[in-house]
């Protein structure tokens, strides 16, 4: 079987948690020895048999954003010839697999790590493109062979957001973590080198400066947090100047009242975010909007408890009182994810926070009981056994679109 992977991340040009996923899933497929993976990213991909990079169109220089994308996607489209099934990621990737799927008569399976219309703060960033960009996973949604959710939650959002899609063609396929890379290991100059005290109790987040991530309200919940307690933030790749500005402000806020604020805002090596949550004492997951949450799995596999929202596929991750704490929410229903009563979020959130971090032996339970967790329920060899069998299924039925 040849499977053509379509995607806007890749390493080594990996930025959030789909380009993580991709990559470990072509690693999964390619170990198996049976499947014919071949990956055509954005951009300039590390150099690997099988594996294409893709530019952008000269002649698109000036166009916007997601013209450009659009671009790209009809160069891999051309290119999927031959394949058996294709498989695309993201609304970047997902017109080139309509496309290939189209032109070959290819079954085209898209996998939702997240949703145009649940993220409509993304006009700020792609302006009019926001629409092109709506359409064209819309469109490729609409005629995958299958789609398969990251999560039962995505799933659901899947079906309000798309309700043509044939539930039947919706598969649940969560992500995975790599528990060996991903795994406790104490080094303390690293953190000390970062401003961090391990010996000292802290929060850690990692995560992209974006509103589905929620990191304004994490500022906010952390101004509650007891005085020698650390907040650690790993946040760089800021969606737009206005989400920037308001971190930045919230930051000077919580500077002028206390000490231990630690902002990385560089992509960190994957070693140095191991040591970083390795001497946290809790993992904050603040996010409004979150499909799977690889994030929460890393943390996990590094033995931290986990303090995260009660929304979308978190709490198939976090379990409340064994690996961590749910922070309830209510949200809005019309696709933002903005909390109906943002200061009793924060409250919550606070209290959550200053549970965790009141007993640091509790938390360690925790945070060992995490590490079970996703070793046993989230292995990407599995994870890619249950994604063949829905190209498996995709292609003993004809093609959708």
């Not at 952390?222 to 930045?248: H, K, N, R, S, Y």
């Not at 090596?269 to 603040?286: K, M, Q, Y």
């Not at 996990?300 to 976090?318: H, Y």
Request: proline share 6%; hydrophobic share 45%.
């Amino acid at each position: 079987m040849r499977v053509d992977i379509l995607t806007k991340e890749y390493p080594p040009n990996i930025y959030g948690g789909a380009g993580v996923h991709v990559a470990e899933l072509v690693r999964a497929l390619r170990e198996r020895g049976d499947v014919d993976t071949r990956v055509r990213a954005f951009g300039v991909p590390v150099q690997e048999e099988g594996t294409t990079g893709y530019a952008d169109l000269p002649d698109l220089a000036s166009a916007n954003a997601a013209v450009r994308t659009m671009g790209v996607d009809i160069s891999m489209a051309g290119d999927c010839d031959g394949a058996d099934v294709v498989h695309s990621h993201t609304w970047y990737a997902n017109f080139g697999g309509h496309v290939a799927g189209l032109l070959g008569g290819i079954p085209h399976v898209v996998t939702a790590h997240s949703l145009e219309p649940m993220r409509p703060w993304k006009a700020e960033q792609l302006g009019g493109g926001y629409a092109l960009s709506s359409y064209m996973e819309r469109t490729a949604f609409e005629g995958a062979a299958a789609v398969i959710a990251v999560s039962e939650g995505m799933r659901q959002d899947v079906l309000r957001a798309y309700p043509t899609v044939d539930p039947d063609r919706v598969k649940v396929v969560h992500n995975g973590i790599d528990s060996e890379m991903w795994q406790r290991h104490d080094d303390h100059d690293v953190v000390r080198r970062h401003g961090v005290d391990p010996d000292g109790r802290s929060v850690v987040f990692v995560g992209r400066i974006t509103r589905q991530k929620g990191l304004p309200y994490l500022l906010r919940a952390a101004a509650q947090l007891p005085p020698d307690v650390q907040l650690v933030l790993c946040a760089g790749a800021p969606d737009t100047p206005e989400i920037l500005a308001e971190v930045e402000g919230l930051m000077a806020e919580l500077r002028a009242t206390r000490e231990g604020v630690v902002w990385i805002p560089e992509m960190l090596p994957r070693a140095e975010v191991i040591a970083l949550l390795s001497a946290g004492t809790v993992f904050a997951c603040p996010s409004i909007y979150e499909p799977l949450g690889i994030v929460n799995l890393e943390a996990m596999a590094c033995e931290l408890a986990v303090v995260a929202t009660a929304t979308g596929g978190i709490p198939e991750v976090v379990v409340d009182g064994e690996t961590g704490w749910l922070v309830p929410i209510e949200q809005r229903q019309d696709g933002s994810g903005i909390p109906l009563d943002a200061d009793k979020f924060v409250a919550d959130l606070a209290a959550a926070l200053n549970d965790a971090v009141s007993d640091p032996e509790r938390a360690e339970r925790f945070g060992l009981a995490g590490r079970k967790r996703a070793v046993e329920s989230f292995s990407w060899a599995s994870i890619g056994e249950q994604t063949l069998a829905v190209y498996r299924e995709v292609l003993e039925r004809p093609t959708a679109g």
